[in-house]
């Protein structure tokens, strides 16, 4: 959880500032704080009505479809609004600034847990499947680790109890390990439901809080007055873009990125075993240029609108994309480790959560892979 | 351990006879049965020598290291007389090869048995040991699961018993896939140590029995007079190698090498947790080809003696190792999900075997993509 409250560091906003320094008689030619303004404007009219939809929709036991989408809403223009207040800094009131960025990333952490939980049990129950390639258990998390007290799903044909598990073997030691697979994916799916629905109830705790409302009200005004500094409608926005995208590329070099484009390089499993399994600091480098490709993203947004450059924006979304399944393994790997630590759990419960945690890292190497692929793409246009 | 004695099927050696059918009238122009019949002779030689060799190092209770290298030296030219029995068999005497060929896979197959449990077993404690990041066990086997009875190793300095394992890590349950790696470790130094001196006891059974001097009496016969046919001194022997050749071509474009070729396809690991896990029918072909492999290698050899063409060579080489590693990586697979069936284990010992199954079934993958990146080489030549 942690890393995803990951603070990126690099060069701090104010070390980028001389770059935009509005100098008297320097006429900006490009996009200027009134640029910045009518994008945190649009953001944060995006935030009110996700926020009003979240409201409509309701917020049942586990959340409605249109509530979790709404949820997705209001965290992505959180993240922009964030992410622009912390690379166009020096436009902004300083003290707003500061006063606003942890309460976005509060808001759009909170809001976030639930989603992750979700996503990680589905990763790993469909991991489990393709492990397994038996029908022991579904593909999809059903949300319980049983059929409902009292009766079988609905529209279960009828079959004997258990017989699914042990359906294609007929000596008991062979079938030990897709029972396995089974226990395995009971345990996480005990969990990890036990986690979402804990975040649920924090997610719902923290919007009807006095904080979030203080939030909401601060977003609110932002909707129609954003506090630009004085000479802010004279900066140029660029520089400050330029400074976040050197951010990403100076932590992307950083990156072993000779050894991630070597196929099977056997990196993201090394100590695999070893006693920091779940923390996987080798993981850390690659979540900090996620979410510092994200600023460069969300800056090339402010700064040129949605539709600056096609290709190079289709590369910059392989990337990400990459480094989302990177934190989504590295999540889900942590998960099963985690998950063998249970007191008391069968041998083949634990073989299964080995084997599951081992899979789930290799996706890391192969997420590396990906975005080691997509970053040496050239950035020239295509037809 | 079934995989190891796979018939080569694809079409019999009777099937590629006209191909080199003798007729009257034909000259053979390139190497003839008196090749063949050098190349067989030598193969022989050597094998009477290693034998010598084998006796004069004598057979300790876990061989010398001189023994090991002659029991070696032994398989490599018991194999090359077999492969040239079935490669180059319409130029041989029938009932000859028939009685030969089974006699020769025979000792081969047996002397290897120890060598394979060796190079298992130092193959899964690397692994863990990379695996684990931690020094809780030796990377190399030390042929026991403790120090010796009564005293430590011979110049091992004093340490606390039991003290390594845990002494990167303070708290308990973060230690304890450490010291289930460690427990993993010494599992599999038992079963593999059992089995390898049962190897060893079995293959110094086969060198004393009747059946082998029965075999060691036809080689040394096969050194000084080959029981070739009638025609066979003027039969072109290429025909027949290409059938070989021709044999695995066709294997190769059997096997889904694009797949192979797609770097973490995740498909050695499809089925991980399938009841079949031990067999991993996926891995029969790549073992075939493996095998066929071979009998165009040791072709090439017999017609065009060892130095032919040594860019092709090393071609062949390179996917020839790639699919060792293939066949080596799938059995340490397999005698880690197999020792993770030993009853009463703890879980993390099951944990810890369920992520070297898993990192062993992606060394298989990788060997898959070496293999292919290897074969689409073109044979042209370098400088």
């Known amino acids: 959880m942690a890393q995803r409250h990951l603070d990126p560091t690099g060069p701090r906003p104010g070390t980028a500032a001389p770059l935009a320094d509005p100098r008297p008689g320097t006429v900006a030619t490009g996009p200027t704080g009134d640029v910045l303004a009518g994008y945190l404007r649009a953001q944060a009219t995006e935030f009110l009505r996700a926020l009003r939809l979240h409201r409509e929709t309701g917020a049942g036991a586990n959340g409605s479809e249109g509530s979790a989408e709404a949820a997705r809403a209001l965290r992505r223009s ?45 990763r790993l129950l469909a991991a489990l499947h393709r492990l397994s390639g038996s029908s022991a258990f579904p593909a999809q998390p059903a949300g319980a680790t049983g059929p409902p007290p009292g009766g079988r799903a609905p529209g279960a044909a009828p079959a004997p109890a258990g017989a699914a598990p042990r359906g294609a073997t007929t000596a008991p030691e062979r079938g030990n390990l897709t029972v396995g697979a089974a226990k395995a994916g009971a345990l996480l799916d005990r969990q990890l439901t036990l986690a979402r629905t804990r975040a649920h109830s924090t997610a719902l705790q923290a919007l009807g809080s006095s904080r979030f409302h203080a939030v909401a009200d601060k977003v609110a005004v932002l909707a129609s007055e954003v506090p630009l500094t004085g000479p802010a409608a ?5 520089p400050l873009a330029v400074a976040a995208e050197d951010r990403l590329t100076d932590a992307v070099t950083a990156l072993p990125l000779v050894t991630a484009g070597s196929p099977y390089n056997a990196a993201a499993l090394v100590h695999g075993l070893s006693p920091d399994t779940v923390a996987h600091p080798q993981d850390a480098p690659w979540h900090q240029v996620r979410l510092l490709l994200r600023l460069h993203r969300y800056a090339r947004e402010a700064v040129s609108g949605p539709r600056g450059n096609a290709v190079v924006d289709l590369r910059l979304l392989a990337a990400g994309q990459a480094l989302n399944l990177h934190r989504d393994a590295s999540e889900a790997a942590a998960a099963a480790a985690q998950a063998a630590r249970t007191p008391r759990i069968a041998p083949a419960t634990a073989y299964a959560l080995g084997v599951l945690h081992a899979d789930q890292r290799h996706e890391v190497e192969a997420a590396r892979f990906a975005f080691q692929q997509a970053w040496q793409k050239e950035t020239v246009g295509a037809s």
Chains 1, 2 share one sequence.
């Open 234 to 238: 004279t900066t140029d926005l660029r």
């Open 78 to 122: 959180a993240r922009r609004i964030s992410a622009s207040l912390h690379t166009f800094q020096p436009l902004l009131d300083a003290d707003w600034c500061e006063a606003m960025r942890p309460e976005l990333a509060w808001v759009s952490g909170t809001l976030a847990m639930e989603h992750a939980c979700t996503a990680r049990l589905e």
